[in-house]
């Protein structure tokens, strides 16, 4: 059973940051790219940043500079560093695992809240 289990979301004032992890277990196959996507109240999901199997990684624009993701392939794991936070990050976080194939899995969805 392919699971995805995110945490590290939470509550957290502008300026600050906050970790998200992703493990993602029961995938056969190859794992091609991770990411993280977020969707923020009455908006579609957006993605944020993707790292792709050859370690290339992309962030997007409105988050460059302030957050970084990163990935270890031993482990099956996606991180999302977030650094100074915005009242406008705040969103459900989900992460998303590709496999060889075209397959992709989602996770559950961690909520991050940026205010004071």
């Known amino acids: 059973q392919v699971q995805l289990a995110e945490s590290g979301g939470g509550l957290v004032q502008p300026g600050g940051s906050l970790r998200l992890d992703c493990v993602a277990s029961g995938i056969s196959g190859s794992i091609t790219t991770m990411g993280w996507y977020r969707q923020a109240p009455g908006k579609e999901r957006e993605w944020v940043a993707l790292?792709?199997?050859?370690?290339?990684?992309y962030i997007e624009a409105s988050v460059t500079g302030r957050f970084t993701i990163s990935r270890d392939n031993a482990k099956n794991t996606v991180h999302l560093q977030m650094n100074s936070l915005k009242p406008e990050d705040t969103a459900v976080y989900y992460c998303?695992?590709?496999?060889?194939?075209?397959?992709?899995?989602w996770g559950q969805g961690t909520q991050v809240t940026v205010s004071s």
């Open positions: 998303r695992v590709d496999r060889a194939g075209g397959i992709s899995y």
């Open positions: 790292s792709s199997s050859n370690g290339r990684t």
